[in-house]
């Protein structure tokens, strides 16, 4: 996938892990939209629900975030809630494209898409994922030959493995 391509839709309606929760202050910056690193903290929050919540956390406990896409479609304000809903949009069988759909009561949307790699936990390196977890990735997905390629190629090292690719707020 480029930058300049759509992230992948949701396969089917109902498919994915849901959550929800309120907005809270600390998660805004000084005009009431939600901060940028407030959305990274939420993928991660929905991450851990899901790996708690399915078998994941016994049969694959350990990933690391390669890379993420944020696309910020409408801007999230406080005070609102956000549901996000998170799903397997492409898969090998030691790593996986996780979307993260952030929507809330008033309008906003936020689309994200992560690199996730399992992790072993007794050498640290990229491991094959189990079958039980193929198995659980692979009902939201019909790609099985996810491939690494960067996105940024120039010869400069981005500053963060983060991608804002539009209308995302400044830091404050």
Do not use: K
């Amino acid at each position: 996938m480029s930058l300049d391509q759509p992230l992948a839709p949701l396969p089917q309606e109902g498919m994915g892990f849901a959550s929800a929760w309120p907005v809270r202050a600390g998660d805004v910056d000084p005009y009431d939209r939600l901060r940028f690193d407030s959305v990274a903290r939420y993928l991660q929050d929905i991450a851990w629900e899901q790996l708690h919540q399915t078998a994941l956390h016994r049969t694959d406990p350990v990933w690391i975030v390669r890379r993420t896409v944020i696309d910020v479609v409408r801007p999230i304000q406080w005070p609102d809630r956000v549901r996000l809903l998170r799903w397997c949009s492409s898969m090998s069988t030691r790593w996986t494209n996780m979307r993260v759909r952030i929507t809330s009561g008033n309008g906003g949307l936020i689309e994200t898409e992560g690199f996730w790699i399992n992790i072993s936990e007794t050498n640290n390196m990229p491991t094959r994922i189990s079958d039980e977890g193929l198995s659980y990735l692979a009902q939201t997905t019909q790609e099985h030959r996810l491939r690494w390629r960067p996105y940024l190629t120039d010869a400069t090292p981005p500053e963060s493995d983060i991608i804002c690719r539009s209308r995302c707020a400044p830091p404050i």
